[in-house]
């Protein structure tokens, strides 16, 4: 989420803690995937077809300033992608590696000592020459092993955190201004659609991103979704996008404590808008 003042970069701050987190426990980085939920504060750009085929000139020009600023605001979750992107190409490229030094192992054992003991310190040497560090030792006896563990410790402590940005979008953004009083613009109708909004986005974005990999979920994720599916009144998720979108106008919540329930959540009781 936007903190404002106070960390206009929020999931820096929650990679960090997660980072921190594996080291305490001492787990590796490659079992993890950090789901980091982005809400953002802005409607998503999108161009309906119907006002693209004759479009006015200043029609044109907002449409692009809106898309440039949903840029700048999402850029964070790009940089999360690059990362992400990078850290797989690490990934395959030591598990290529990995796979190479097994092999290495085997046409090795069907050599002679002389042989074997010449073939390593060329290899040796050969790493030496590319400047590689790490694994090189005193000669090529046991550089197998030693690039072996060398690749591991990168595999689980070296890589990037893989993060899956969620992205969670209002529908529209009422809120102009900052609006925390009726002298700058304060409104209660809108501040209470962006309350309920920002509730029944998240709800749906969480049960859409867990019913996507539902095979492969942890204990906390089955909890989320168990939760999910109990508020939103709907066991059954459709398969197809016309499916989704019928059901993400019907559906009603089932949290009748709530205070926005009886009548001013869209998905509430007696809807209001």
């Known amino acids: 989420m936007d903190g404002g003042a106070i960390d206009n970069t929020p999931s820096n701050s929650a990679i960090d803690a997660t980072r921190e987190w594996l080291e305490k426990t001492g787990a590796s ?16 750009p999108r161009v309906e077809p119907s006002k693209v085929r004759d479009p006015a000139l200043h029609q044109v020009v907002q449409r692009t300033m809106e898309i440039q600023g949903a840029a700048k605001q999402s850029s964070a979750a790009v940089v999360v992608d690059t990362i992400n992107t990078f850290g797989r190409r690490g990934e395959n490229l030591a598990g290529s590696l990995l796979a190479l030094l097994d092999s290495y192992r085997e046409a090795l054992d069907s050599l002679d000592p002389e042989q074997q003991r010449a073939l390593l310190d060329r290899l040796r040497a050969e790493v030496n020459r590319r400047g590689v560090r790490g694994y090189q030792g005193q000669s090529g006896e046991g550089i197998l092993d030693r690039m ?6 990168i595999l689980s402590d070296q890589l990037p955190l893989q993060v899956k940005a969620v992205k969670i979008y209002p529908e529209e953004m009422p809120l102009s201004t900052l609006q925390l009083s009726g002298r700058l613009g304060y409104r209660q109708d809108n501040a209470l659609a962006m309350l309920t909004m920002g509730c029944y986005n998240t ?3 969480i049960r859409g991103h867990l019913e996507a990999q539902k095979s492969d979920l942890d204990d906390q994720d089955q909890r989320g979704l168990a939760l999910a599916r109990k508020w939103m009144g ?3 998720w459709p398969s197809d996008a016309a499916g989704k979108e019928d059901l993400r106008k019907t559906w009603r919540c089932q949290r009748t404590a709530c205070v926005y329930h009886p009548h001013h959540c869209p998905h509430g009781a007696t809807p209001s808008g």
């Not at 980085?29 to 998503?44: G, I």
Request: no cysteine.
């Open 29 to 44: 980085r490659q079992d993890v995937v950090l789901d980091l939920y982005v809400v953002f504060l802005h409607a998503e």
């Open 234 to 236: 709907v066991d059954t």
């Open 148 to 153: 072996a563990g060398w690749t591991e410790e």
């Open 203 to 205: 709800l749906w974005a």
